[in-house]
């Protein structure tokens, strides 16, 4: 084992502290990583506070990890020394079941290993990103393209392919219009992809303060849901919406109402608490009320390539670590445009 520098939640109540954490050693399919950059997912904030069930404290989080690597096992044919990688949401899976063997083990059905919080191989808790150095199996390491800035590539892992992935499955492209429900650090690279795929793009948020922003980032249309006029205007209006919101408090059978026939409303954000939609609304236009996750390896490998194709990167502010108890703050007041990204070097 080899103890490296991390900050980790000591309990849910607690602000994040420094400390160390140990990382097994370097075995023949695994990729030693000395990690550059760490992104602040609102993942990590409903973790560390027990929002998603019980936690083993102490618990280090950060599932948007891009570095280096520094040392290869004997086994590794996919990477060598000196390269950035990244690391996203897991790090390993049954690679036995149905959809593992279909390539698609972020759906492994004895369900993927997180990067953190989850229990590892060795039955350890697995610890994330907010830290010096961490040890991935080579299968669930990505190799990050040069186009994609070292500082911003790191909410791609997470943010990044969990958008990409329902864009791509149902098909945004030339001829269709997308909306996308909030614009934060989810919201604003769905609204970037999804105009780099040639869809007609409209944001929906709460306000207009953000307007020049989506705008800019290549929505064609922005509207605020606070105007009640909003609805009626776009109803039976978009093929895709993709929700980014985690909050159980949105009146979904307004949104449902403004897809056409075959629509889709695809939820990102991850309400802890049920939600409730009448199924007649879903009767209207045919209506569909879907949920996606992040992507597989390959399809997160896929994502990559086309932001480095595209120029697509997320707006991001750096951060050191001794800035990351006011960063969970500042998401939580969506104080922030549009990702923290932690400056690994100051861990």
């Given at each position: ?5 991390a900050?980790a939640?000591?309990?849910a109540?607690e602000p994040?502290?420094r ?6 050693e370097v ?6 990583i000395a990690i550059r ?6 993942s ?9 069930g019980p936690?083993?404290y102490?618990q280090?989080?950060?599932?948007e990890?891009a570095?280096e690597v520094?040392?290869?096992g ?7 020394v000196?390269e950035?990688?990244g690391?996203?949401c897991?790090?390993?899976?049954c690679?036995e079941?149905e959809?593992c063997?279909a390539g698609?083990?972020?759906y ?10 989850s229990?590892d ?15 991935v ?7 990050i393209p ?6 911003a ?5 997470c943010?990044?392919i969990t ?13 269709t219009?997308v909306?996308?429900?909030g614009?934060?650090?989810l919201?604003h690279?769905?609204?970037k ?5 040639g869809a007609?793009?409209t944001?929906?948020s ?13 929505a064609?249309h922005?509207?605020a849901?606070?105007?009640p ?5 776009l109803?039976?209006?978009?093929d ?5 919101v985690?909050?159980a408090d949105l009146?979904?059978n307004a949104?449902?109402k403004?897809l056409r026939?075959d629509?889709?409303l ?24 879907a ?7 390959a399809e997160?490998q ?11 990167a997320p ?5 050191t670590?001794d ?11 969506s104080?922030?445009?549009y990702?923290?990204?932690?400056d690994?070097?100051?861990?």
């Amino acid at each position: 084992m080899t103890t490296v520098n991390a900050f980790a939640a000591p309990s849910a109540t607690e602000p994040l502290v420094r400390t160390t954490i140990e990382r097994r050693e370097v075995g023949e399919n695994d990729v030693s990583i000395a990690i550059r950059y760490s992104g602040i997912c609102h993942s990590d904030i409903h973790l560390v506070r027990g929002d998603w069930g019980p936690v083993t404290y102490p618990q280090v989080v950060g599932h948007e990890i891009a570095g280096e690597v520094v040392a290869i096992g004997s086994a590794v044919t996919k990477f060598s020394v000196g390269e950035r990688v990244g690391v996203g949401c897991m790090v390993n899976s049954c690679r036995e079941c149905e959809n593992c063997l279909a390539g698609m083990e972020n759906y492994c059905l004895k369900g993927n290993t997180q990067t953190y919080g989850s229990v590892d191989r060795d039955g350890t808790i697995t610890q994330g990103g907010y830290s010096s150095h961490v040890v991935v199996d080579q299968d669930f390491v990505l190799r990050i393209p040069e186009a994609i800035p070292y500082e911003a590539v790191a909410p791609l892992l997470c943010a990044g392919i969990t958008t990409y992935s329902p864009l791509a499955h149902w098909n945004a492209g030339p001829g269709t219009k997308v909306a996308v429900v909030g614009m934060g650090g989810l919201g604003h690279l769905a609204v970037k992809i999804a105009a780099a795929k040639g869809a007609e793009v409209t944001v929906l948020s709460q306000t207009l303060s953000k307007q020049e922003d989506g705008l800019a980032f290549g929505a064609e249309h922005y509207y605020a849901t606070s105007d009640p006029t909003t609805f009626k205007t776009l109803r039976n209006t978009f093929d895709l919406i993709i929700n980014t919101v985690s909050s159980a408090d949105l009146d979904f059978n307004a949104y449902l109402k403004l897809l056409r026939l075959d629509g889709t409303l695809v939820n990102v954000g991850a309400p802890p608490q049920p939600i409730p939609v009448s199924v007649f609304t879903l009767f209207g236009n045919r209506r569909s009320f879907a949920g996606s996750g992040i992507g597989s390896i390959a399809e997160t490998q896929e994502m990559l390539d086309f932001c480095a194709e595209h120029g697509v990167a997320p707006a991001v502010e750096v951060i050191t670590a001794d800035q990351i108890n006011d960063a969970y703050e500042r998401v939580l007041g969506s104080d922030v445009r549009y990702r923290f990204v932690i400056d690994a070097a100051t861990i």
